[in-house]
């Protein structure tokens, strides 16, 4: 009825990816934050150039926190605009010339 009194036996040195029993890397904080910085250095770029060359043939109906930085939709939209103008006026003047 009584406990073992011997300890369990495991192995004082063990590798793994995590670490072993009792994972503490050394330098973990100054490791982690320049992994943050190396993915937002890569992922920033990539996102930036995605955005400005994205088309949208329609204006959003709601609004996109980082779309005003970006002059391109603006300029895309004005651009638009300008030629939907232009084809009405023209298409008021073939009407007038039908007559």
């Known amino acids: ?3 073992h009194s011997r300890k369990a036996q495991y192995p ?3 590798w793994h990816p995590f670490g072993g029993w009792f994972p503490h890397p050394r330098n973990w904080k100054r490791n982690t934050n320049i992994a943050t ?3 937002a250095l890569t992922v920033i770029p990539i996102i930036y ?3 400005k060359h994205t088309t949208y043939y329609q204006y959003p109906y709601h609004k996109i926190p980082w779309r005003p ?3 391109t939709f603006d300029e895309d939209l004005e651009e638009r605009r300008r030629a939907k103008m232009e084809s009405k006026d023209l298409g008021s003047s073939d009407d007038q010339l039908d007559t």
């Open 49 to 51: 150039y995605a955005e």
């Open 69 to 71: 930085n970006l002059k």
């Open 12 to 14: 004082k040195q063990v």
């Open 1 to 3: 009825m009584g406990g």
């Open 37 to 39: 910085l190396i993915m």
